[in-house]
């Protein structure tokens, strides 16, 4: 009986440090979009604000595609400039514009659209109009 409890015990405290092990993990992976949920879009917002204040940071987005394999975004900025790389080749259908295309851009903003999403938006970008928005990324609002 006493080899029974003991188990118990070191069972039930084997999962104890296994969950705050997960959920150190999960704090030091904020760098990683995957789900596109509150948490996510806080974190985007906060590179966002970092750059308008003139800081560095840098992102990995995964974002599903509908019926294919998925886009990563890889983002790295110094607070001057961002550099976005859209990488669609796992996407089986990207066709002939399979690769990477990257954004070298001055200004990004989150964008309030409607009631349904929030996007992220890049301007003053390198080989576009100064003006031009490009949406780049998405949150729908009804799994925030």
Known sequence: MQLIVFIGLVSAIFVLLNQQSHTENTNKNKSII??????????VDEMVKRFN???????????????SGPLIHD???????IHWIVDNTRDAWAGTDKGKTEFVCKSIRMNERDDEFFDVELSKCNNFKEDEQLRLISFRKEIL
């Open 34 to 43: 995957i789900n596109f949920d509150q948490v996510d879009l806080d974190r």
């Open 53 to 67: 204040e003139g800081k560095g940071d840098n992102l990995m987005i995964i974002s599903p595609t509908i019926d």
């Open 75 to 81: 983002i790295n900025s110094n607070g001057k400039e």
